[in-house]
């Protein structure tokens, strides 16, 4: 005979008595056994559980030491199967930078492949010649989630130099093409919480081109896929901005950088990231990174075998919010950092953060029911907030970007608010990107203000940031000064290339961490964009 509901909470109640009881055991394993004592009948108090926990006095002794282990064992293996943590709402799409009244940032992901690159879409962009509708439809409903404010595609030579220029950005019903002679543009994609993402097309070559206002001239696989300086020039005619991707490899030396002269560079990449901890185990291209990002030999193979066993543990973990598995193998791209260093001192360049996203790597569903790399996770990982003055529009943007007005954000530990890096002497100020015009017996004061945290819950306990001020070096960027919890003030009259960086220890994330509390530690939050200091 089944027993009754009432006889459950009986037996739930007994075992919650039962673990509170054993928690206030904490005589050290192997201690001598205790004194017997008396206990209340079974009948005076009906839900004590007499007879498992007879010999455990209330200030803790044990009459059998050895009983413990498997008593722990069975209580914790009730406790995970009838007790759920509390049920917390995770904030599974980023806010709008204008709903927070940070209306001159425009939150941008920078590189990204959709239906035009032949990788894209788990290898089948186009089936039977059409494209494919539905890794289309994740793209585009990631931009409005997430309010992307501008996305800058990056499409593979393959298929994107076969197709009519007017085609790579997939105009929708509902959309509004902005047109430039006979040329689209830009595309204003229309979304149902009336968010509008403005989309521009490119390409992903050794220099990549950003929002291209029309198709180059020479034969486009090659000039997509550009190397040469006059293939460069050709991109530039064609009205883009040049984009040094994957800054982790090899071949994007300083040498090359020399070369290309591009607007910008990334400092961090997605697939990048991954390739470091995969190199070990794939063949080529995915070892083509640089040694500081690759750990040969049997370190490479440690790494790997850790992450996909850390990776694992996450999956098998019904608890912790599917989003946060990034934190599991998210490192920090050490060398295009350093080689960032090293060229800023000679020209401006924007650094910024490249998503690379392909929707192809692991097509596998998470517990929450959206595969482990679709379009609106990754997107929600991190994005450039680009300052922008005056009305967004596209000009606006890639002047901003172009200046270097850009903070690069990891918006999985938050979105931050109230970002400010700027300096000042003489009575000028001078924003995030610009050159300092002082004479040389001149402080130059540098501020790198504390941001917070939007939509932060009271009951999350609270991050702790650190704020640090680096200089470019040739080996890459040195600390000048730091401060804890604080806005960070600087005084200088040394030249030199400036930019300011935020850790943080996420510790307001821990609730929604059940059982992967290890994963919680000082992580880059806030890269800014350099001050340049003559």
Not at 41 to 55: C, I, K, L, N
Not at 358 to 371: F, I, K
């Amino acid at each position: 005979m089944g027993q009754s509901r009432g006889d459950d909470r009986a037996t739930t109640s007994a075992i919650l008595r039962g673990v509170v009881l054993l928690r206030t055991c904490q005589m050290p394993f192997g201690s001598a056994p205790c004194q017997a004592v008396p206990v209340a009948s079974h009948a005076a108090q009906p839900h004590a559980p007499v007879e498992s926990f007879r010999g455990c006095h209330i200030d803790g002794s044990w009459v059998n030491t050895i009983d413990r282990i498997p008593t722990l064992a069975a209580l914790l293996a009730v406790l995970v199967l009838f007790i759920e943590p509390p049920q917390v709402v995770w904030q599974r799409d980023l806010p709008a930078y204008q709903v927070l009244g940070n209306g001159r940032l425009v939150r941008a992901i920078i590189h990204m492949h959709s239906v035009y690159s032949h990788d894209a879409c788990d290898g089948r962009p186009l089936e039977g010649g059409k494209i494919n509708q539905a890794c289309l439809l994740h793209m585009r409903e990631a931009l409005c989630r997430n309010h992307v404010d501008a996305l800058f595609l990056t499409e593979h030579t393959h298929h994107v130099g076969d197709v009519p220029f007017n085609a790579i950005l997939n105009v929708q019903p509902g959309d509004e093409p902005i047109w430039r002679d006979d040329n689209i543009i830009a595309n204003v994609q229309r979304c149902q919480n009336g968010h509008r993402p403005m989309v521009f097309p490119g390409s992903e070559g050794f220099a990549s081109a950003l929002a291209l206002l029309k198709p180059p001239e020479h034969f486009l696989p090659d000039v997509y896929n550009a190397q040469r300086t006059d293939q460069v020039e050709s991109l530039r005619e064609a009205g883009a901005s040049i984009l040094l991707s994957h800054a982790e490899m090899p071949s994007k030396s300083a040498t090359a950088i020399r070369t290309i002269r591009p607007d910008a560079m990334e400092v961090y990449n997605l697939h990048a990231n991954l390739s470091s901890i995969l190199g070990a185990w794939k063949s080529q291209p995915l070892t083509k990174i640089d040694p500081p990002n690759h750990e040969r030999g049997w370190r490479g193979y440690w790494l790997f075998a850790r992450t996909v066993w850390r990776i694992a543990l996450f999956a098998a973990n019904p608890f912790p919010e599917p989003d946060l598995y990034f934190l599991v193998f998210f490192r920090e791209d050490a060398s295009a950092l350093r080689k960032w260093g090293e060229a800023v001192l000679e020209r401006p360049i924007t650094g910024v953060l490249g998503t690379d996203g392909h929707e192809n790597a692991l097509p596998l569903n998470m517990r929450d029911g959206e595969r482990a790399d679709g379009y609106r996770r990754i997107t929600r990982w991190f994005s450039n907030l680009i300052s922008v003055e005056g009305e967004v529009t596209r000009e606006s943007i890639l002047t901003a970007l172009n200046a270097g007005r850009v903070y690069m954000a990891f918006e999985i530990f938050g979105t931050p608010i109230g970002l400010d890096f700027s300096a000042e002497t003489e009575g000028r100020h001078f924003a995030m990107g610009a050159t300092v015009k002082r004479d040389a017996t001149s402080v130059v004061s540098l501020d790198l203000a504390l941001p917070a945290l939007a939509q932060y819950d009271a009951r999350e306990r609270a991050p702790e940031l650190i704020l640090r001020l680096l200089r470019a070096s040739n080996t890459g960027w040195i600390e000048v000064a730091r401060a804890n919890n604080a806005s960070l003030h600087f005084e200088t009259l040394e030249a030199g290339v400036y930019r300011g960086e935020i850790i943080i220890r996420p510790n307001h994330l821990l609730r929604y961490l059940p059982g992967a509390a290890k994963l919680i530690g000082y992580r880059p939050w806030v890269y800014t964009n350099p001050i340049y200091v003559p």
